[in-house]
Nanobody, 115 residues
Framework: QVQLVESGGGSVQPGESLRLSCATSGTSFTTYTMAWYRQTPENAREWVARIDEGGSTQYTESVKGRFTISRDNSRRMLFLQLDDLKPEDTAVYYC?????????WGQGTQVTVSS
């Protein structure tokens, strides 16, 4: 059974940074395109960034230049570096594989940006 465990969230002020981690187990991590998503109580879950098996990345427009997705295949881990955070980045962040069929969602990690 695949498990996804997100960590690294917190409460920060605008302009500050965080580094999110996603630990995976029970899956052939290296064969999947992985992604980060985020969700607020008011909105549906939103795709944030993806990284494919070869390391190519894509980002939603609102985070381009501020967020960086990366992966460590040897450790089966996914990361998201969040720089220059803005209040509108406040959300619960989740990791998962991309595709119609996804793994069971983890608990997510809360990111709160406020002054």
């Amino acid at each position: 059974q695949v498990q996804l465990v997100e960590s690294g969230g917190g409460s920060v002020q605008p302009g500050e940074s965080l580094r999110l981690s996603c630990a995976t187990s029970g899956t052939s991590f290296t064969t999947y395109t992985m992604a980060w998503y985020r969700q607020t109580p008011e909105n549906a879950r939103e795709w944030v960034a993806r990284i494919d098996e070869g390391g190519s990345t894509q980002y939603t427009e609102s985070v381009k230049g501020r967020f960086t997705i990366s992966r460590d295949n040897s450790r089966r881990m996914l990361f998201l570096q969040l720089d220059d955070l803005k209040p509108e980045d406040t959300a619960v962040y989740y990791c998962n594989k991309e595709g119609i069929i996804q793994f069971d969602w983890g608990q997510g990690t809360q990111v709160t940006v406020s002054s």
